[in-house]
């Protein structure tokens, strides 16, 4: 199959490319990116006309939650990709905390051999830090490298332990892999709100700013004091912000993200006791906004990942503190993200940059480029169609999101994988 | 002034209008529970349910009284009777309740927003009888038509509430309805005890208890939510005593004719001594009879009755 991409806003962050061009993808590769390229044999070639769309790598997400095994009634892997090309991303990074966990070789081969039947993008698990992610012992990470991750997390709750952090830092330092840190006091954080104004007058309980701050500080000056990689996931805080603001000054092997719930709600919203704005560390001020949006501005903030958290509607229709966390996020990220880029924080290229090639960087997967040769995952997204988001129409099995019925600007039409069509949107005419 | 809500959940929300109102109407009712016949056919063939899953004797008692004064059927269910220990959700419980078609169900819950959630889904009106540290609405009407009551007047107030105020409903509920008619809030409690952002509110925080009731026109006092985690705020309950319980030589600093006022239930010899609690100036039991009067306006007022 031959696709040939035409006249589109051809963005490439990772070769600083942006300009219209043609795209000729083939045998999944992308064999050219030229102007007006021309076909023979035009009969056995996809031709699609982007003018005035933009054509980009897929989308990565290094941080989301696939939910099998274990917890298929809340997504499966297959729903759980079929969302993924729905919103633009072509490769995901499964968080560890199914059950059975993901601390050992047998569950990474499960989830990589379900994701080659039945998935519909790239899937790269990531391992437990520890066993069970219980925060004790290592768990067997070189078995888990061998057999396919690309990250080691607890994610859902840090290494609360600072030695068996340490340990497992130096540990990773055999591997070209990251530790993906999710970072909050366990003690300082037993509320399920930002504390400040609005836990004072809803009465829910509080988790401070400083709970995040304290361990992005602890966990960012232990990795670099054995020198080994590491990355600090969903940053909410301004603290946060300025804390891996300094680092990088003097240590370059810290990377961080955020999620489009920390840069577009604020703590204001759980004044309803509505759970679809419960998610884990919690929105927090206007302010923590403001320097999110700064922190992706400067480049403080390397990825913008979903932490896509699908739940069954009974687990969040129930009082807002024993309700669970998260958001269905993968089919309103690129939508949410492109905010950005139309409120003037970031460029086009900045942004795709923050969802492409940083985040294949990250996890060492030659993936994230639109250059001649290169994997032939790509996008074309229309940035300024309106669309109302519909919870219904959602891929994902996760309907709990806080953006049901919001107007976003931004919607991806079509997602190549390996050089194949695997979604396109009504929207977008295409030519056989 | 009509009386447009559904529900009622909280007083933040309640303009000054509605709260004046709902004292005029408990006003009326005051007289029907001093009558030999203690019953008014208002709201017959209305029913009430009492939802409570949290303990509770004089909320309960009272919200039941007033309804059977007014000629209304009560339900009560306590969570011990109920099937949410059988693993039913909050959710399933008010759709299954609400079959059965009552008026009013009255709703008291430890997790916060729970009366919101039945707002949501329900067509019964909803009254907040107390959700975790959150509101508690009609204690604070019943404080102030107490207050109206006692010093003739609901503005121009020194108002020191000395306690667990991070924990507490009564609390919250209060400040909000205090500092709508302008009276100056003082909160004190040890500083593990104050919420962060207090002053927002429009109070002022101070720790000394000495000092917060100088002068003081009001004193409530408040006990520590221990179900809520006051205990692992504080040292001690003896250390607590020694440094926040309110005794004789604190009533004597404030106003020649301050009133004392506790919602209830009272630890005495820890936030409130014998001495004060027995003492002249002591509201407390008034309190308790008022609560009634504001329960019956609150339910005839929530029943449409209120044009």
């Known amino acids: 199959m031959r696709i040939l991409i035409r006249r589109g806003r051809v963005i490439d962050p990772a070769t600083n490319h942006d300009a219209e061009k043609d795209v000729l993808i083939e045998e999944g590769r992308i064999k050219r990116v030229a102007k007006d390229i021309n076909v023979r044999r035009r009969d056995r070639t996809i031709v699609i006309n982007a003018k005035g769309l933009v054509v980009s790598p897929g989308l990565i997400d290094i941080h989301c939650h696939l939910r099998e095994p274990g917890f298929e009634f809340k997504e499966t892997i297959e729903t759980g990709t079929l969302s993924a090309v729905k919103g633009g991303f072509t490769s995901l990074v499964c968080m560890a905390n199914t059950d059975p966990v993901n601390d050992n070789r047998s569950v990474t081969e499960f989830i990589l051999r379900k994701a080659k039947e039945e998935g519909y993008s790239r899937v790269f698990p990531c391992g437990a830090v520890t066993k069970g992610t219980k925060g004790e012992e290592l768990a067997e990470i070189g078995e888990m490298v061998a057999a396919g991750i690309v990250a080691i997390s607890d994610d859902g709750r840090p290494v609360r332990n600072a030695s068996v952090l340490r340990k497992a830092l130096e540990y990773i330092k055999i591997f070209p892999i990251p530790l993906i840190s999710h970072c909050e006091d366990p003690d300082l954080s037993v509320g399920c709100v930002n504390e400040g104004f609005f836990s004072l007058i809803t009465g829910l309980e509080g988790n401070p700013d400083i709970a995040e701050e304290l361990m992005v500080i602890r966990d960012i000056r232990i990795a670099r004091y054995v020198d080994s990689r590491i990355h600090i996931t969903h940053l909410s805080t301004r603290g946060s912000v300025e804390a891996i603001r300094e680092e990088k000054k003097r240590f370059n092997k810290v990377t961080c993200d955020t999620c489009p719930h920390y840069f577009t709600l604020t703590e204001e919203s759980i004044i309803s006791f509505d759970p679809n704005f419960k998610v884990n560390p919690p929105l927090r001020s206007k302010s923590d906004v403001e320097a999110i949006k700064e922190g992706l501005k400067e480049g403080v903030i390397d990825i913008i990942s979903t932490d896509h958290a699908p739940h069954e509607m009974a687990s969040k229709d129930l009082e807002f503190n024993i309700a669970s966390s998260g958001i269905s996020g993968l089919e309103t990220a690129l939508a949410l993200s492109l905010s950005l880029y139309h409120e003037g924080v970031l460029d086009l290229k900045e942004l795709i940059r923050k969802l492409t090639i940083n985040p294949a960087r990250l996890i060492n997967q030659p993936y994230g480029m639109l250059c001649e040769g290169a994997i032939a995952d790509v996008i074309v997204f229309d940035p300024y169609m309106e669309w109302v988001v519909d919870r219904e129409k959602f891929a994902s099995k996760g309907k709990n999101t806080p953006f049901h019925g919001w107007k976003l600007k931004g919607k991806n039409l079509l997602t190549i994988l390996d050089g194949k069509i695997v979604y396109h949107d009504p929207h977008l005419p295409i030519d056989s | ?307």
């Open chain 2, 1 to 307: 002034m009509e009386w447009k809500r559904k529900d009622l959940l909280g007083i933040r929300e309640l303009s000054k209008e509605e709260i004046l109102l709902v004292l005029e109407v408990a006003e009326s009712f005051k007289e029907v529970s001093k009558r030999d016949i203690k019953k008014v056919p208002t709201l017959r063939g209305k029913t009430v349910i009492t939802l409570f899953f949290e303990p509770s004797t004089r909320t309960r008692t009272s919200f039941e009284i007033a309804a059977k004064r007014l000629s209304a059927d009560t339900i009560n269910i306590s969570a011990s009777t109920s099937s949410v220990t059988k693993g039913e959700t909050l959710k399933d419980t008010a759709l299954n309740l609400e079959s059965m078609r009552p008026d009013v169900i009255v709703i008291r819950h430890s997790y916060p927003g729970a009366p919101h959630l039945l707002a949501r889904i329900l067509k019964s009106s909803i009254v907040n009888a107390g959700d975790g540290a959150h509101e508690h609405p009609t204690q604070a009407l019943l404080d102030l038509f107490t207050i109206r009551e006692k010093k003739g007047r609901i503005e121009n107030l020194k108002v020191t509430i000395v306690g667990d105020i991070a924990h507490s409903r009564v609390a919250r509920s209060n400040i909000y309805c205090l500092r709508k008619f302008g009276n100056e809030v003082i909160c004190c409690g040890p500083p593990s005890l104050i919420p962060p952002h207090l002053d927002s509110l429009g109070v002022r925080v101070e720790y000394k208890l000495e000092n917060a009731v100088r002068d003081a026109d009001v004193i409530m006092a408040l006990r520590i939510q221990k179900e809520r985690g006051g205990i692992s705020s504080i040292p001690s309950v003896r250390e607590y005593a020694s440094l926040y319980g309110l005794r004789k030589e604190h009533v004597s600093m404030a106003k020649d004719d301050v009133i004392i006022m506790h919602p209830g239930p009272m630890n005495r010899g820890i936030e409130i001594m014998d001495e004060v609690a027995d003492g002249p100036y002591s509201v407390i039991l008034d309190q308790v009879e008022n609560g009634v009067a504001v329960r019956m306006a609150i339910l005839y007022l929530l029943l449409g009755k209120g044009e």
